[in-house]
């Protein structure tokens, strides 16, 4: 589905009765950051009824027994969204897992691409739900794993700029935590 701007979608939306109401608050995304992912690739809208379509890398980084996780995203508003995942990036159309996890290092911890070894990709998984950025919103996530190791990453929780938000990613800073690797992110 195309629309013109994020108006227009916020009226599709509205019209096919999603509460957009959360949105903007809260750490939640707007209607303009939908729609920049509509127009970057980062998802599509399938419907009627809405349901926005993501394929997702996680990428799982191991160090000494502890597993890196996303504590919380700072917003370019200074909102913070607290998070339990592993680095994850949107997959543009066509992209191989592997690419879409170096981009997600790079752009989200900083990492040079010679400092990465990709370990495996694991099957896909798919899950429906709710939308945490979107609240009210539908989404179906399409999910890849990709094991990797990083040479030279700190063992101590840090934050990073992430470099896409220059690109209009909402998301500023992202603040990287270690976990026991039994636990999950």
């Not at 096919?16 to 980062?42: F, I, P, R, Y």
């Not at 191989?96 to 070894?117: D, H, I, K, M, S």
């Not at 896409?164 to 992202?174: F, G, M, Q, S």
Request: charged share 25%; with cysteine; net charge negative.
């Amino acid at each position: 589905m195309v629309f013109e701007n994020s108006d227009a979608l916020a009226m599709w939306l509205a019209a096919w009765g999603v509460d957009m109401s959360l949105w903007g608050k809260d750490g939640n995304k707007t209607a303009v950051d939908l729609w920049l992912e509509l127009q970057h690739g980062d998802c599509i809208l399938q419907g009627p009824p809405p349901l926005r379509v993501v394929r997702v890398v996680q990428v799982v980084i191991q160090q000494e027994g502890k597993v890196l996780i996303e504590g919380a995203q700072e917003m370019g508003d200074g909102r913070l969204r607290s998070r339990r995942f592993f680095p994850a990036e949107k997959m543009k159309p066509g992209e191989p897992p592997a690419a879409a996890a170096l981009r997600c290092l790079r752009e989200e911890l900083g990492v040079a691409l010679e400092q990465v070894v990709i370990l495996s990709e694991g099957g896909a998984q798919t899950e429906k739900g709710d939308s945490p950025s979107y609240p009210g919103l539908q989404t179906e996530y399409h999910f890849v794993e990709v094991a990797a190791r990083i040479r030279g990453l700190s063992d101590q929780d840090f934050w990073h700029e992430n470099l896409a938000h220059t690109l209009n990613d909402p998301v500023k800073r992202h603040h990287w935590t270690w976990v026991q690797a039994d636990r999950n992110a």
